[in-house]
């Protein structure tokens, strides 16, 4: 199975930034949409952003105009900038193919934290 390492998560007061990194294979990166997804507590995981291979955002109407999707196929890695956090932004944040595939597994994820 196929699996991403996401990365760059911590803890941040609200109104701060953070930038998230996705590593994975090439054959991936350059066949496929990729997507950053997010988990909270007690929830279910939901969609954050995607970004198609010629590079084409899409964004969730919770994040639009405050998180930035990129992908950099030279290094097979996608990027999530997050900017003026809120700490309903407070989830586990993974990557995957957009939409997600069942034979990519899903990783670790990265803890983002948004507190005072």
């Known amino acids: 199975q196929v699996q991403f390492v996401e990365s760059g998560g911590g803890l941040v007061q609200p109104g701060g930034s953070l930038r998230l990194s996705c590593a994975g294979s090439?054959?991936?990166?350059?066949?496929?949409?990729m997507g950053w997804y997010r988990q909270a507590p007690g929830n279910q995981r939901e969609w954050v952003a995607a970004?198609?291979?010629?590079?084409?955002?899409t964004y969730a109407d919770s994040v639009k105009g405050r998180f930035t999707i990129s992908r950099d196929d030279a290094n097979n890695t996608v990027y999530l900038q997050m900017n003026s956090l809120k700490p309903e932004d407070t989830a586990v944040y993974y990557c995957?193919?957009?939409?997600?595939?069942?034979?990519?597994?899903w990783g670790q994820g990265t803890q983002v934290t948004v507190s005072s």
């Open positions: 090439k054959t991936i990166f350059s066949n496929y949409a």
């Open positions: 970004i198609t291979s010629l590079g084409s955002p």
């Open positions: 995957n193919t957009d939409p997600p595939r069942a034979w990519v597994r």
